[in-house]
Nanobody, 121 residues
Framework: QVQVVESGGGLVQPGGSLRLSCAASGSIFNVGTMAWYRQAPGKQRELVATITGGGKTNYGDSGEGRFTITRDNAKKTTYLEMNSLKPEDTAVYYC???????????????WGQGTQVTVSS
């Protein structure tokens, strides 16, 4: 069984920084692209950033400029470094991983439960 677990959320003042982590674990043959999304109250879930197994990154409008996505393949973990945070960054941040559980199996997307980020003074 595969699990994806986010951590690192919390309360931060405007202008501050946070580093989120997301780890995939369980019966995993390979982890492909990993991604961060966020969902603010009353809004649709939106893309923050993605990173492939080879380290190629892509940012959504919400992540461009102030956020940086990285990963550690050995740990099956991705990180989201968030700087110059604003109140409008307040949201639940979700991670997903494109996982193959065995040779010859189809990859599937596994989502985490999310971690709350609140930016407020």
């Amino acid at each position: 069984q595969v699990q994806v677990v986010e951590s690192g959320g919390g309360l931060v003042q405007p202008g501050g920084s946070l580093r989120l982590s997301c780890a995939a674990s369980g019966s995993i043959f390979n982890v492909g692209t990993m991604a961060w999304y966020r969902q603010a109250p009353g809004k649709q879930r939106e893309l923050v950033a993605t990173i492939t197994g080879g380290g190629k990154t892509n940012y959504g409008d919400s992540g461009e400029g102030r956020f940086t996505i990285t990963r550690d393949n050995a740990k099956k973990t991705t990180y989201l470094e968030m700087n110059s945070l604003k109140p409008e960054d307040t949201a639940v941040y979700y991670c997903n991983a494109n996982v193959k559980e065995g040779w010859g199996t189809d990859p599937r997307i596994v989502w985490g439960q999310g971690t709350q980020v609140t930016v407020s003074s």
